[in-house]
């Protein structure tokens, strides 16, 4: 065989391996997608039930209830629809009413979500708690001492 062909023989045996690498991949991480979806979403049907997802919103006033110190259930709410979610585990400390969330989960029958995860969000003026302090101070009109 003469050279030319060895090379296009190995290029073509490059690509095909490739391809096959790109599918594996795609094939083993299918189940590890959670597509994003508001309460409004799924109030309207178009969530998967028991498939992984995502869900986004505030945390309603009032709705926090601790069944046992492990065990939390509240209603996130978008204004356009409201879901009840259930987690088992220790919330994040920026965790609260009124607050952002997004949790991790699966949609369970009469629309329940079940999470696995919450991550809470912070609003955009968020400051550690020692900057915060040295800010407070300064406004006061205190010196900082170094």
């Not at 998967?48 to 996130?76: A, H, Q, Y």
């Not at 629309?111 to 020692?130: C, N, S, T, W």
């Not at 900057?131 to 101070?137: D, R, S, T, V």
């Amino acid at each position: 065989m003469k050279p030319k062909n060895q090379r296009l023989v190995l290029v073509a045996c490059a690509v095909v391996a490739g391809f096959f690498v790109v599918l594996l991949g795609i094939w083993g991480l299918r189940d590890q997608a959670a597509y994003f979806y508001t309460p409004g979403d799924i109030a309207a049907g178009r969530a998967p039930s028991d498939r992984p997802i995502r869900l986004g919103g505030m945390v309603e006033k009032g709705s926090l209830v601790r069944n046992d110190p492990l065990t939390i259930r509240f209603v996130v709410t978008d204004g356009a629809g409201k879901v009840t979610v259930i987690f088992r585990g220790i919330p994040p400390d920026l965790f609260r009413e009124g607050s952002g969330v997004v949790a991790d989960g699966r949609l369970r029958s009469q629309g329940i979500f079940v999470a696995d995860a919450i991550l809470a969000k912070h609003d955009e003026r968020y400051m550690p708690p020692q900057l915060g302090n040295q800010a407070a101070e300064h406004k006061a009109g205190k010196t900082l001492e170094r």
